[in-house]
């Protein structure tokens, strides 16, 4: 119960009862109103979507190699579709593996550059 002496109506998993704040005037929080738990579980799935490894890895990848990802996920769907043999496929794959290691190396030799360069020129 909360110090407004009002209670949501909900009981917790253990039995107890919610103490979630903010109770409406039809007596749920917002969380447990009937009324929106199709809202609720979209926001769900949205909130899931965005958690997903996959999605975290695309967070992380740099924009320069975006494009190799969507062509590489095309790809899979293609070899799915039997529109691209699983070869040509692994020719691609062989390919973006090497679009991503000269990518690699040159954000390495970048990094290198500027430590270099704040400690006046020598090596770290």
Do not use: Y
Not at 26 to 35: F, K, S, T, V
Not at 72 to 84: R, Y
Not at 96 to 115: H, I, M, P
Request: charged content about 20%; hydrophobic content about 45%; proline content about 5%.
């Amino acid at each position: 119960m909360l110090g407004n002496g009002v209670a949501c109506r909900a009981l917790r998993q253990d039995g107890q009862p919610c103490q979630a704040g903010g109770v409406q005037a039809n007596g749920w929080c917002a969380m447990h109103d009937p009324e929106r738990q199709s809202q609720i579980a979209a926001a769900r799935v949205r909130g899931g979507k965005g958690k997903s490894r996959i999605a975290r890895a695309g967070k992380l990848l740099p924009g320069e190699l975006r494009p190799v990802l969507d062509t590489l996920i095309a790809a899979i769907d293609e070899v799915k579709a039997e529109a691209l043999t699983p070869a040509q496929a692994g020719a691609m794959a062989a390919l973006a593996s090497a679009v991503v290691r000269l990518f690699t190396v040159g954000v390495l030799e970048q990094r290198v550059a500027d430590l270099e360069a704040r400690n006046g020129g020598r090596p770290t």
